[in-house]
Structure formats: C-alpha cells, structure tokens
C-alpha cells in the first residue's frame, strides 16, 4: 500500500504544478494515464461502478466526483480538487488534494487551508484505542468553528484489497463509543468542506456531486494506517 500510495502522490503533484488557467480537466486526465502506463500500475477508478476517467476533477462548487472533459477549461481563480487512486499487486492508493488556478479570492483561500487542517486534525486522533467518532468530531469541530459546513453524504472509508472496504469514516458527528481503531487498519480520511451549506446534489451525469447553493467546497484526503505509535501517513502529500 505505501508503493501504491507514493505513486498516487507523484502524480497528484505533478498535476498540481501542470495546473494553471487555459488548460482542461481533460489535459489532466490524459497526463495521468501516460504516468501511470509508465509506471505499470493499474487505474483504482476507471471502471470502478463505471467511472469512465482515471482521475476525479472537481472545479469550485464541484464537490467530489467530476469527470474529466475538453469542455472544462480552468480559468484564473478557479479552485480544482484533483482525486486519485491506484492499485498495485492488488493493494490501492488513495488520495486527493484541493489547488489554487493562479490568484484565489480571500474565502477560497481560507477554505483550502482550513480543510487541510480539519484532515490533520483527523488524523492526529487516528491512535489506537480512539473512534471513528473522534475524527468525525475534530473535522467538523474545526470546519464549523471557522464558519464552513461538513458535507455529510459523502464519507471516508477503509482501504486496502479493495478502494472501498469497511469502515466507513464520517466527516461529522459528536465523539460517542462507537468503532474502536486497531492496530493494523488502513483509512481513507478525506473531508469535503463547504463555504456554505452542507447540502450537495448529484448533477444529470449520474457522478458530479455540487454544493446545493453553489458556493466552492474544497476536498483533501490521505490514506493512513493506525500503527502502535500512532497514524502512520502512506500518502504524505
């Protein structure tokens, strides 16, 4: 898993630095699948539930989930959240990141870092002993302090043989007995922070999810193990 993990952060930053006003989702897509041919790894999302791209691609009130296209062009203030998975010899990676196009407004920026910090917040409870609970309750403590909004009907998840394996690992809720972590466990702790409302929607091409009121959201995510001493990142981006 963390060969799998190092690659899916190689190529999530270098399509981090390709970023950058003119170019297309879809440019982005291509330069994905040519890393990847390179590196001999296998796709972790094309074909799965009949995904038809290798990479997520989300522009501004793009939650999680957009599909990559020639017709969306990035433009100057745009905020894009790039999701990527790989398998090799049968073990996945999964990770994701939330870039700037070029000058961002003041609220874009805020949003980008505070949801980075609502995910380090996660994944410093990640110790054994703690709950699923306790990282629900650090990102959505830190997200509605600074005045943003949890999405929550997407969630995190365990990982390892298989992209999306149990548990699954909510972004909100008040710290409660719940499922213990262990020694030995794989998560994927991704928060999807909104500027306004909570509530998202699925657009007409059946996978694009979007904030209900159309303001950006912005989405970070490791995969981490829970070791004895503590989290132990595999995707450090």
């Excluded at 433009?75 to 998975?85: R, V």
């Excluded at 969630?155 to 499922?179: F, S």
Aim: hydrophobic residues 40%; proline residues 6%.
């Amino acid at each position: 898993m963390r060969r799998a993990n190092r690659l899916v952060v190689e190529v999530l930053k270098d399509l981090e630095g390709q970023a950058r006003p003119g170019l297309t989702t879809m440019d982005l897509e291509r330069r994905a699948r040519r890393m990847l041919k390179a590196a001999k790894a296998k796709p972790a999302f094309l074909g799965y539930r009949g995904y038809p791209a290798v990479l997520c691609a989300s522009i501004n009130e793009e939650v999680i989930h957009g599909i990559p296209s020639d017709r969306r062009v990035l433009a100057e203030g745009d905020i894009l959240s790039l999701d990527f998975g790989v398998e090799i010899e049968g073990f996945i990676g999964d990770a994701a990141i939330t870039v700037p196009i070029g000058r961002v407004d003041a609220e874009k920026t805020r949003l980008l870092a505070v949801t980075r910090e609502c995910l380090a917040r996660a994944v410093s409870a990640m110790q054994p002993g703690n709950h699923l609970s306790d990282l629900a309750a650090a990102i959505q403590g830190h997200a509605e302090e600074n005045g943003f909004a949890v999405v929550y009907q997407f969630v995190g998840h365990g990982i390892g043989r298989k992209m999306h394996e149990e548990p699954q690992v909510p972004n909100c809720g008040t710290p409660v007995p719940n499922h213990r972590l262990r020694e030995g466990m794989v998560l994927a702790i991704e928060p999807m922070i909104n500027a306004g409302t909570p509530d998202v929607e699925v657009t007409e091409d059946g996978w694009t999810a979007v904030t209900a009121d159309r303001r950006p959201s912005a989405h970070f995510e490791k995969s981490i193990a829970v070791a004895a001493d503590g989290p132990d990142v595999l995707s450090p981006w």
